[in-house]
């Protein structure tokens, strides 16, 4: 036979239960959310990184230009095409642009900094890239790194 007072306080527990799940996985979910935040924070930039360097790797180069802002019609005044083809062409030292991996990024103000590496054993070389948020033009970075605070 029950008594009365055999169920007090099982109604407490359910809900001690409940709100301990609750806030359970309200941290997980900002953790995971943090993590995706840190994961994907410069994703577009580091694809506009690559996309340049599939252009490149396909002798794409008016369209490899044009990502830099620049194109035939309009030639960026301090980088014409000659000096993007010295930079990037067929004769440069990116001349083979499917060994170039990206192996950092980092936000800095308007823009991210990608960092890229040719991956040649001795021969290794590290370019530095600025990818601006807002029209995802590139450019050589102007910076060797972002400035402490930003």
Not at 12 to 30: C, D, F, H, N, Q
Not at 63 to 69: Q, V
Not at 127 to 144: A, C, H, Y
């Amino acid at each position: 036979m029950a008594g009365y007072l055999d169920h007090y306080g099982a109604g407490e527990e359910r809900r001690e239960k409940t709100i301990k799940r609750l806030v359970l996985t309200a941290v997980v979910v900002v953790i995971a959310a943090g993590v995706l935040f840190l994961i994907f924070k410069n994703y577009r930039q580091e694809r506009q990184v690559n996309r340049f360097f599939g252009m490149l790797s396909r002798q794409d180069y008016q369209a490899a230009y044009a990502l830099w802002g620049c194109t035939a019609a309009n030639p960026c005044r301090d980088y014409q095409f000659a000096e993007f083809m010295k930079d990037w062409g067929p004769q440069s030292e990116h001349a083979d642009a499917k060994s170039f991996h990206i192996t950092k990024t980092r936000s800095c103000g308007s823009g991210v900094i990608v960092t890229v590496d040719s991956g040649k054993g001795a021969n290794q070389q590290e370019d530095k890239l600025w990818v601006q948020r807002d029209d995802l033009t590139i450019g050589f970075s102007p910076l060797p790194g972002c400035p402490a605070g930003q």
